[in-house]
Each structure stands twice: as structure tokens, then as C-alpha cells.
């Protein structure tokens, strides 16, 4: 063995511990963004919108220029993922100054203090918005935790040739719904109404939002979790009960088979929301110009009421420097008609602010629907039906555990009232092991 | 099993007489684990075919056509690609190469010369370094992603090309098989002699020992190249800006545009069918070091 110094041992040993701690010790100087002073102020805005930066860009010219407000997109991907990126840039205190936000994910940054209250610098805007709209971005207080930007009104879908063809009308009523499906299961049994699936719980909380479901509310300091209460339920007996006498199918959507099934006419209608034309393009494209668009069946002939699936809001976060400026910009984005027809032309949203629902960036229907001249007219007046719809801390929980317990019971077509229980003793569980106080 | 299945098919083919005192015929094809192989490389391969066909489909193509019909439109969704946003797409795979070609490279760097000190010199301590380091190769990167966010953050070097390669420098992997490494490929015998002949410590690491050690060190980068390749948590928690995304996270916001967009299939399984072909080509080249490394490192042991 090689016979070594203690001074030569003394080095060796040094080199392997300073290599254990390198990436502690490399830091450098920072290149990046210098600390931010008084005066102009230059922002970051984390977005998935596509062609968001060609509407920023306006900003940057215009009012953004007078006011000394420049804003930077950092394109994201969409999703829950963003949430928990979100968090984990706050605990370093590190955010950008504005993030684009689901609805449902508001409650949980608001939890962790990653977002703003900006009722004053932007609380006049609640004038452009739906009552039901406006009441998800300030989870009933007198905050403002964001400005709405897009929604996802629930509707009915439809093949209007194959309805024709199979004579079937458009079903008014949950019931007609159930009975056009065991209709046409008897007529073609090989073609299915359309399926249940459990990979977005999106669909199913805005099906429960409209037979009246409030499944997070707040009483005093304790929270109350009103996942299997008697519309829930309802909503789940219904589907349970078509899946299990197979007057539907139980195949999940968003896969190659079902978009088949679309393409093909094997299925013939969708339950889905206004961005429905988008997924359609790419599912079903030969079937262009065949599928029309109701509203929603209902539950009861006197009503009237639509959910919603998807749909974003901007949020300021309680890091940044500049949370007037940041506010005034999200004010901007999604209240100025030169920016909502920017938004809808290079990000093809549905915008949250009403009178740009009916401006001539929709005059025309989507090209997918070139045969349903009025689409955007019925879209709004649809979307003016939206129930309020209540979201809690911890959506996620519950929303995978919609999608374990209720994908088994669409697969083994069992019992969807067992499933429903178990999304909610799941999601009671999750919120007092994250230290909440939750009644029974 | 093999010998089973040689057995089996021996006195059907007739070849062997009745007593069966020579060694059985080992040129016959053992049926059984040529089988498993098959369906083995049946199991790897088919995906990658699925990949390389649904790339030539057109949108209208992809759900529609039998699977493994090759459709129409691959120029048509390479020139949509390239023209994503400005050609975003090449500046992915630009930061990817950069992350990790220089990533593999100073990790293989750090990796050899304390792979070398760990394996040569004695001192105290030499058995607790390694050991810390033995448990960094089982702690699995994806747990220290975020604790080293929140470090890089403080340093303000979040959001920097800095943030993506600095963490991939130390791989505890890599430390350890250059140790093992070297102490099989370099005699003791070899640096004693060098020291001798009046060499320095770090003249005899340059130019003995190094190039006795680079069979394994090709195998260090290699296995770093790749891992860094497909990295996908850490980029994703410390990048923000799209434009040092590498290509992981890239097709990823291109899979997650929202709800209210038509979703770029044709593009994603474009650029991943693109985003292969890199470490396709370097296996094929780096391969003969690799295979010579397995058999010189079993010879000098």
C-alpha cells in the first residue's frame, strides 16, 4: 500500500468533504433579476394560456408603458402540478407577482398565504362579472383573492344528424336524458348516448354544483364537508344507476377509444362545458359540423341552472413588491374589451367578464360549429344560469379520490353511493390531518 | 432451463445416440429463453414503434387510422413543430444538450478525481465519506428536489441555467463506481512506481491514472447523460421560464395547455420521438467503450 503523508491525507481528506458540499459552495453571483426599487415596476405573471405574451405585449405598449408597468410571461403547464409549484416558489419567497388560477385551487392558496387579498386596488371590477362568477374569488369574505379570467359553462352536446337518424329528441330533463339513453340502447345497441367517466372530476363537481351540492362550507371557525349530502347523491344514484343497467357506457373519456367512439358515432352526445369545441376538433375531426349544443338537462322542468367546469382567474401573489401594480394589471386583462378580444383570439378562452361574452370576437361560432350560428349568443345566456359553486382547502384530495373510488364503480358498475362516501370520509380525514376544524 | 430445453429437443432431432455421455449439443437453439427474450424485446420495442408511427400522422389521422398504419403527415408535423412559438421546441432541446452534456461532464469530472482519492489515498475518515456517500445513492433525487429549491432560491439562483446544473454535479452514483473503479484498474503497484520516478500527486492522477480509469468514467457519463436527459422534477421546480426549459418540461406544457385548447398530440409525440434520437445516437457511439470497460474491469480484478 502506498505509504502516504499526514500532510498528503490531510488534502484528500479535504478534496472528498469539499466535493460532499459543492453545490453549497459554488454559489456565485446571482445574473438574474436584480432586487426591485420604487418607481417602474417590471413583473412576472406564471400562465398556461397560449398566446398570453401577444396580449401581455399590448399591455407593454400601451397602458403598461404609460403607467411604467412591465409585465413578463412565464409559460406553465396547466393543472394541479402548477398548485404545488406555486407553494413551494412562496416558501422560498420567490413567486412571481401574478399567477394564473383554477377556481378550485384558489382556497388552497389562500390557506397557504400565497395569494393576495386586492379588494382595494381592484375591487370595483365586480360589476363586470356573474354574481356566481365573482363569489368564487372571494370564498364568500370581503377579500378579493382574484379577478375571474375564464369559466367553463356546463352543456349539452349532441350529434344532430345521428339523433335525427335514431329519432331521438334533445332531453329537457335528467329523466328524458335516461330515457333517450335506454331508447337508444334498444334501437342500436352497439351505439351508446354517451359514457360515464371518473378521469375529471371537473364534470362531476359541476354536475353536483348544479342539482344545488355546497361541498366545502365554512361555519364559524370550523369547516363542514358536504361531499355526500342529498344532491350529491342524487347526481350519483342517477349515473350509478344508468351505468348499471349499461344504458350507458363506462369507459373513461380522453382516451384514443373514446375519441374513436366520437369519430365514429358510436357515442353521440357529451356532457361538457363551452370549451367543448376545442376537444372536439382534435377527438372527433370528420364529424365537423354534425354535433349542436343545448343547454344542460335539468332536474326539475321549472328550473334553470347550469355548473362549471374549468375555467381560471389571475391571482396577485403575497410575494410580490408591487401588488397595486399587479392588481391594476389583472384588473386590465380580464375587464378591458381590447384585451378579453386579444385573450379570445390568441387563447380561444371563454372570457368570465360578461359583456365580453357577447362582443364580435363571438359574433361567429367556433368553426367546429359552423352550423349553430347562435352558439355564442345560447353560451351566454347559459353561462348567466351558473350555480354558485363552493370549493374548499383541500379540492385535490377530493378530487383523486373521486377518481380512484368512482373509476372502480364505473368499471364494476357497483355501487356509486359507497364510492361517494368514501370521497367524503377521505376528504373529512385529509382536512383534519392537515390541522383544520372539521364538524360533523 | 436452458439445458432443459436442450435435453428435451435432443432425442427428437435424432443427433444423439441412446447414452447420453458427451456433453449435450450447445449450438442448438435453447427454445425457452430465446422465447422470453423475444417477448422481452417485443415488450421494449413495441412502444418505441408506436411512437415512431403515430409521429407520421396527421391530427386527423392519429385516433382514427389502425394503430400501426403508418399515416401522411410527419413533414407537416415537423414543420409545426419548429414552428411552435418561434421554434421553442429547438431551444429545448438546446438546453437539454447543454444540461446535460456540461451536467455530465463535471459530474463525471468530481466523480473521478474523488472516485480516485477515495480508492488510492488512507486517511481518517475515508470509510465515513463513504459511507454518507452510500447513502446518497440510495437517497432518490426526486426527495432532495425541493430542499434544494429552497438553497439554490436563497443563493438567488433560482431560475438560472446555474439552478439545473449545479444540483446534478455531485452523483453519489457516480463517485462510487469510479471508486470501485479505480481501485480495480489502478495499481497500487502503477502510482507507488510513479511516485518513484519523482512524479506529483496530481501529475500521476492526470496522466496515470486517468486514462486507466476512462473505460469507467465513459460509463459515469454515460449513465449521467441519460439521467439527466429524462430529469424531470428538478427543472421543473426550479425553471420558470420557458425558454431555459429542457425538453421534458417542454413537451409537458405542451401536453398541459388548459382545458379550453385543443391538446397538441401530433406535436408532443413528434418532439418525443425527436427528443430520443440524441441518446440513441450516443449509445451507439459511446457503446464500444462500454462493453470494453465491462471486460477489462473483470479481467484486472
Same mark, same amino acid.
Given at each position: 500500500?502506498?505509504?502516504?503523508?499526514?500532510?498528503?491525507?490531510?488534502?484528500?481528506?479535504?478534496?472528498?468533504?469539499?466535493?460532499?458540499?459543492?453545490?453549497?459552495?459554488?454559489?456565485?453571483?446571482?445574473?438574474?433579476?436584480?432586487? #426591485?426599487?420604487?418607481?417602474?415596476?417590471?413583473?412576472?405573471?406564471? =400562465?398556461?394560456?397560449? @398566446?398570453?405574451?401577444?396580449?401581455?405585449?399590448?399591455?407593454? +405598449?400601451?397602458?403598461?408603458?404609460?403607467?411604467?408597468?412591465?409585465?413578463?410571461?412565464?409559460?406553465?403547464?396547466?393543472?394541479?402540478?402548477?398548485?404545488?409549484?406555486?407553494? =413551494?416558489?412562496?416558501?422560498?419567497? +420567490?413567486?412571481?407577482?401574478?399567477?394564473?388560477?383554477?377556481?378550485?385551487?384558489?382556497?388552497?392558496?389562500?390557506?397557504?398565504?400565497?395569494?393576495?387579498?386586492?379588494?382595494?386596488?381592484?375591487? &370595483?371590477?365586480?360589476?363586470?362579472?356573474? &354574481?356566481?362568477?365573482?363569489?368564487?374569488?372571494?370564498?364568500?369574505?370581503?377579500?378579493?383573492?382574484?379577478?375571474?379570467?375564464?369559466?367553463?359553462?356546463?352543456?349539452?352536446?349532441?350529434?344532430?344528424?345521428?339523433?335525427?337518424?335514431? @329519432?331521438?329528441?334533445?332531453?329537457?330533463?335528467?329523466?328524458?336524458?335516461?330515457?333517450?339513453?335506454?331508447?337508444?340502447?334498444?334501437?342500436?345497441?352497439?351505439?351508446?348516448? $354517451?359514457?360515464?367517466?371518473?378521469?375529471?372530476? @371537473?364534470?362531476?363537481?359541476?354536475?353536483?354544483?348544479?342539482?344545488?351540492?355546497?361541498?366545502?362550507?365554512?361555519?364559524?371557525?370550523?369547516?363542514?364537508?358536504?361531499?355526500?349530502?342529498?344532491? $350529491?347523491?342524487?347526481?350519483?344514484?342517477?349515473?350509478?344507476?344508468?351505468?348499471?343497467?349499461?344504458?350507458?357506457?363506462?369507459?373513461?373519456?380522453?382516451?384514443?377509444?373514446?375519441?374513436?367512439?366520437?369519430?365514429?358515432?358510436?357515442?353521440?352526445?357529451?356532457?361538457?362545458?363551452?370549451?367543448?369545441?376545442? =376537444?372536439?376538433?382534435?377527438?372527433?375531426?370528420?364529424?365537423? @359540423?354534425?354535433? +349542436?349544443?343545448?343547454?344542460?338537462?335539468?332536474?326539475?322542468?321549472?328550473?334553470?341552472?347550469?355548473?362549471?367546469?374549468?375555467?381560471?382567474?389571475?391571482?396577485?401573489?403575497?410575494?410580490? /413588491?408591487?401588488?397595486?401594480?399587479?392588481?391594476?394589471? #389583472?384588473?386590465?386583462?380580464?375587464?378591458?374589451?381590447?384585451?378579453?378580444?386579444?385573450?379570445? +383570439?390568441?387563447?380561444?378562452?371563454?372570457?368570465?367578464?360578461?359583456? #365580453?361574452?357577447?362582443?364580435?370576437?363571438?359574433?361567429?361560432?367556433?368553426?367546429?360549429?359552423?352550423?349553430? !350560428?347562435?352558439?355564442?349568443?345560447?353560451?351566454?345566456?347559459?353561462?348567466?344560469?351558473?350555480?354558485?359553486?363552493?370549493?374548499?382547502?383541500?379540492?385535490?384530495?377530493?378530487?383523486?379520490?373521486?377518481?380512484?373510488?368512482?373509476?372502480?364503480?364505473?368499471?364494476?358498475?357497483?355501487?356509486?353511493?359507497?364510492?361517494?362516501?368514501?370521497?367524503?370520509? &377521505?376528504?373529512?380525514?385529509?382536512?383534519?390531518?392537515?390541522?383544520?376544524?372539521?364538524?360533523? | 432451463?436452458?439445458?432443459?430445453?436442450?435435453?428435451?429437443? !435432443?432425442?427428437?432431432?435424432?443427433?444423439?445416440?441412446?447414452?447420453?455421455?458427451?456433453?449435450?449439443?450447445?449450438? %442448438?437453439?435453447?427454445?425457452?429463453? =430465446?422465447?422470453?427474450?423475444?417477448?422481452?424485446?417485443?415488450?421494449?420495442?413495441?412502444?418505441?414503434?408506436?411512437?415512431?408511427?403515430?409521429?407520421?400522422?396527421?391530427?386527423?389521422?392519429?385516433?382514427?387510422?389502425?394503430?400501426? *398504419?403508418?399515416?401522411?403527415?410527419?413533414?407537416?408535423?415537423?414543420?409545426?413543430?419548429?414552428?411552435?412559438?418561434?421554434?421553442?421546441?429547438?431551444?429545448?432541446?438546446?438546453?437539454?444538450?447543454?444540461? !446535460?452534456?456540461?451536467?455530465?461532464?463535471?459530474?463525471?469530472?468530481?466523480?473521478?478525481?474523488?472516485?480516485?482519492? *477515495?480508492?488510492?489515498?488512507?486517511? %481518517?475518515?475515508?470509510?465515513?465519506?463513504?459511507?454518507?456517500?452510500?447513502?446518497?445513492?440510495?437517497?432518490?433525487?426526486?426527495?432532495?428536489?425541493?430542499?434544494?429549491?429552497?438553497?439554490?432560491?436563497?443563493?438567488?439562483?433560482?431560475?438560472?441555467?446555474?439552478?439545473?446544473?449545479?444540483?446534478?454535479?455531485?452523483?453519489?452514483?457516480?463517485?462510487?463506481?469510479? /471508486?470501485?473503479?479505480?481501485?480495480?484498474?489502478?495499481?497500487?503497484?502503477?502510482?507507488?512506481?510513479?511516485?518513484?520516478?519523482?512524479?506529483?500527486?496530481?501529475?500521476?492522477?492526470? /496522466?496515470?491514472?486517468?486514462?486507466?480509469?476512462?473505460?469507467?468514467?465513459?460509463?459515469?457519463? *454515460?449513465?449521467?447523460?441519460?439521467?439527466?436527459?429524462?430529469?424531470?422534477?428538478?427543472?421543473?421546480?426550479?425553471?420558470?421560464?420557458?425558454?431555459?426549459?429542457?425538453?421534458?418540461?417542454?413537451?409537458?406544457?405542451?401536453?398541459?395547455?388548459?382545458?379550453?385548447?385543443?391538446?397538441?398530440?401530433?406535436?408532443?409525440?413528434?418532439?418525443?420521438?425527436?427528443?430520443?434520437?440524441? *441518446?440513441?445516437?450516443?449509445?451507439?457511439?459511446?457503446?464500444?467503450?462500454?462493453?470494453?470497460?465491462?471486460?477489462?474491469?473483470?479481467?484486472?480484478?
Amino acid at each position: 500500500m502506498p505509504n502516504i503523508t499526514k500532510h498528503r491525507r490531510f488534502v484528500a481528506t479535504a478534496v472528498a468533504v469539499t466535493l460532499g458540499a459543492t453545490t453549497l459552495a459554488a454559489c456565485g453571483g446571482s445574473d438574474d433579476d436584480g432586487e #426591485a426599487q420604487s418607481g417602474p415596476a417590471k413583473l412576472t405573471y406564471w =400562465t398556461w394560456t397560449p @398566446g398570453m405574451d401577444k396580449v401581455v405585449d399590448l399591455w407593454n +405598449k400601451g397602458p403598461g408603458k404609460e403607467q411604467q408597468i412591465t409585465v413578463t410571461v412565464k409559460k406553465q403547464a396547466s393543472g394541479d402540478t402548477l398548485v404545488t409549484k406555486i407553494l =413551494t416558489a412562496h416558501k422560498a419567497g +420567490k413567486g412571481p407577482d401574478l399567477v394564473q388560477a383554477e377556481y378550485q385551487a384558489l382556497p388552497t392558496l389562500v390557506s397557504n398565504d400565497a395569494v393576495a387579498d386586492i379588494a382595494k386596488e381592484a375591487g &370595483d371590477a365586480k360589476g363586470k362579472f356573474a &354574481d356566481g362568477v365573482w363569489q368564487q374569488t372571494t370564498l364568500g369574505s370581503d377579500a378579493v383573492y382574484a379577478i375571474p379570467q375564464d369559466i367553463g359553462p356546463m352543456m349539452f352536446y349532441y350529434r344532430e344528424d345521428l339523433f335525427e337518424k335514431y @329519432g331521438l329528441t334533445v332531453p329537457k330533463t335528467w329523466d328524458d336524458f335516461a330515457e333517450t339513453a335506454r331508447k337508444l340502447k334498444k334501437k342500436e345497441p352497439g351505439v351508446d348516448l $354517451t359514457t360515464f367517466s371518473a378521469n375529471d372530476s @371537473g364534470l362531476f363537481a359541476g354536475l353536483a354544483q348544479q342539482a344545488g351540492a355546497k361541498w366545502w362550507s365554512a361555519e364559524g371557525q370550523k369547516w363542514k364537508v358536504g361531499i355526500d349530502d342529498a344532491a $350529491t347523491r342524487k347526481v350519483a344514484d342517477f349515473w350509478g344507476g344508468l351505468v348499471e343497467e349499461g344504458a350507458i357506457d363506462n369507459q373513461p373519456m380522453y382516451t384514443p377509444a373514446w375519441n374513436k367512439a366520437l369519430n365514429t358515432g358510436k357515442q353521440i352526445a357529451w356532457v361538457s362545458a363551452v370549451w367543448a369545441p376545442g =376537444t372536439l376538433t382534435t377527438a372527433a375531426p370528420d364529424t365537423q @359540423g354534425k354535433w +349542436k349544443m343545448a343547454p344542460l338537462p335539468q332536474w326539475s322542468d321549472s328550473e334553470n341552472v347550469t355548473g362549471s367546469w374549468g375555467g381560471s382567474s389571475t391571482a396577485v401573489t403575497t410575494d410580490s /413588491r408591487h401588488k397595486g401594480a399587479a392588481a391594476k394589471f #389583472a384588473a386590465w386583462l380580464n375587464t378591458d374589451p381590447q384585451a378579453l378580444t386579444a385573450l379570445a +383570439k390568441e387563447g380561444g378562452i371563454y372570457p368570465a367578464a360578461t359583456t #365580453a361574452q357577447t362582443s364580435d370576437a363571438f359574433a361567429q361560432p367556433p368553426a367546429f360549429f359552423s352550423n349553430q !350560428a347562435d352558439f355564442y349568443t345560447a353560451a351566454s345566456e347559459i353561462a348567466k344560469t351558473t350555480a354558485p359553486s363552493a370549493w374548499g382547502p383541500n379540492v385535490n384530495v377530493a378530487y383523486t379520490s373521486f377518481k380512484d373510488a368512482f373509476g372502480a364503480a364505473a368499471k364494476d358498475k357497483s355501487d356509486f353511493g359507497a364510492a361517494l362516501r368514501r370521497m367524503q370520509d &377521505d376528504t373529512v380525514a385529509d382536512m383534519k390531518k392537515q390541522g383544520f376544524e372539521v364538524s360533523e | 432451463m436452458s439445458s432443459l430445453a436442450v435435453r428435451k429437443t !435432443a432425442p427428437a432431432a435424432g443427433t444423439t445416440p441412446g447414452t447420453v455421455q458427451g456433453p449435450p449439443l450447445r449450438r %442448438r437453439i435453447a427454445l425457452v429463453p =430465446t422465447l422470453t427474450l423475444l417477448l422481452g424485446a417485443l415488450y421494449c420495442l413495441l412502444p418505441v414503434a408506436w411512437v415512431v408511427i403515430a409521429a407520421t400522422k396527421s391530427g386527423s389521422e392519429l385516433f382514427s387510422t389502425f394503430t400501426f *398504419l403508418p399515416g401522411t403527415g410527419f413533414a407537416e408535423n415537423l414543420s409545426d413543430l419548429s414552428a411552435y412559438r418561434d421554434g421553442v421546441y429547438w431551444q429545448w432541446m438546446g438546453n437539454s444538450a447543454l444540461y !446535460a452534456g456540461v451536467g455530465a461532464l463535471l459530474s463525471t469530472a468530481v466523480s473521478a478525481i474523488s472516485g480516485y482519492a *477515495l480508492a488510492i489515498y488512507r486517511f %481518517r475518515g475515508r470509510e465515513a465519506v463513504f459511507s454518507v456517500l452510500m447513502a446518497g445513492v440510495l437517497m432518490p433525487p426526486v426527495i432532495l428536489a425541493i430542499p434544494q429549491y429552497l438553497l439554490l432560491a436563497k443563493a438567488d439562483l433560482a431560475d438560472t441555467y446555474w439552478s439545473v446544473l449545479l444540483p446534478l454535479v455531485l452523483s453519489p452514483y457516480g463517485v462510487y463506481l469510479s /471508486r470501485i473503479y479505480a481501485a480495480a484498474a489502478v495499481p497500487a503497484d502503477v502510482v507507488e512506481a510513479g511516485r518513484m520516478d519523482g512524479a506529483g500527486e496530481w501529475r500521476i492522477f492526470t /496522466r496515470i491514472a486517468l486514462p486507466m480509469m476512462v473505460p469507467g468514467l465513459v460509463t459515469v457519463f *454515460l449513465f449521467q447523460f441519460v439521467a439527466v436527459w429524462n430529469n424531470f422534477l428538478l427543472p421543473y421546480i426550479m425553471l420558470s421560464d420557458d425558454e431555459k426549459f429542457p425538453i421534458t418540461l417542454g413537451l409537458f406544457t405542451l401536453l398541459e395547455q388548459g382545458s379550453n385548447t385543443p391538446a397538441l398530440y401530433t406535436l408532443v409525440i413528434t418532439g418525443a420521438l425527436l427528443a430520443v434520437l440524441p *441518446l440513441i445516437a450516443l449509445f451507439l457511439v459511446i457503446q464500444r467503450f462500454w462493453s470494453l470497460d465491462l471486460l477489462s474491469g473483470a479481467v484486472k480484478s
